[in-house]
């Protein structure tokens, strides 16, 4: 079985400011990790993914994460924050040779002015 | 443009009313799922199908019920057994295979209130 946990349930930050989403998983096999984005009442959109090869990994609107095995981690990060960053932050899980993904409960992002 | 649409985006419907929320894909995806997302608590599986004519239940799939009788539709019923069922709703497609390649792409959702 697999789980996830984000440690944060809402992470207040500045614009302009860094913010990091943290993600810690679960599982006794290998792995792949994802990061979605959900706005207010839409669905959820596909950030970034890890699959192999390089532990960083970049996605869109400029987030970014680095896979951490030893500390079964994905943590995501954004070196600068707008607005238009509030939203709702998922960290999925899913087995390798599974198909059926583990989601964490959210984090909610809310970027002040 | 190839996706997942879902209809209404609002639901209003009485207690004791059953109702059925539709998710159609263009992506020629074989994986479909139904998720209920409620506030702080994530997004919960309720029922997933990868291939035509067959679907399996998931963590909370009592109250609903769902069919697969094409690829592109797997229309959820929420019934009134279900006890809670405001809530948000998402439908998800994938290629089921499980391979690294194999991502869940999400409709829009529909939110449904029991009044």
């Known amino acids: 079985a697999q789980s996830v946990t984000q440690l944060d349930s809402q992470v207040p930050v500045f614009e302009e400011a860094p913010v990091e989403l943290r993600c810690n998983y679960s599982s006794s096999v290998s792995v792949y990790l994802f990061w979605y984005v959900q706005y207010p009442n839409q669905g959820l959109q596909l950030l970034l993914k890890?699959?192999?090869?390089?532990?960083l990994v970049k996605g869109i609107n400029g987030f970014e994460a680095e896979f951490n095995k030893s500390q079964t981690s994905f943590h995501l990060r954004k070196p600068s924050v707008h607005i238009s960053d509030t939203a709702e932050y998922f960290c999925a899980v899913r087995n390798r040779g599974s198909y059926i993904p583990t989601f964490g409960r959210g984090t909610s992002l809310i970027v002040h002015p | 443009d190839g996706g997942i649409t879902q209809s209404p985006k609002y639901l209003f419907r009485k207690e004791g009313q059953n109702v059925t929320l539709s998710c159609e894909q263009n992506l020629n995806h074989d994986a479909m799922y139904w998720y209920r997302q409620d506030p702080g608590q994530g997004l919960r599986l309720i029922y997933y199908?990868?291939?035509?004519?067959?679907?399996q239940k998931g963590d909370i799939a009592e109250g609903y019920s769902v069919s697969r009788e094409k690829k592109e539709s797997f229309p959820l019923t929420v019934t009134s057994a279900q006890k809670n069922p405001t809530a948000f709703y998402l439908c998800?497609?994938?290629?089921?295979?499980?391979?690294?390649?194999?991502?869940?792409?999400f409709g829009p959702g529909t939110r449904l209130t029991v009044l």
């Open positions: 199908s990868q291939i035509v004519n067959d679907f």
């Open positions: 890890y699959l192999s090869g390089s532990t």
């Open positions: 998800a497609s994938s290629k089921g295979t499980g391979a690294s390649t194999d991502t869940q792409y």
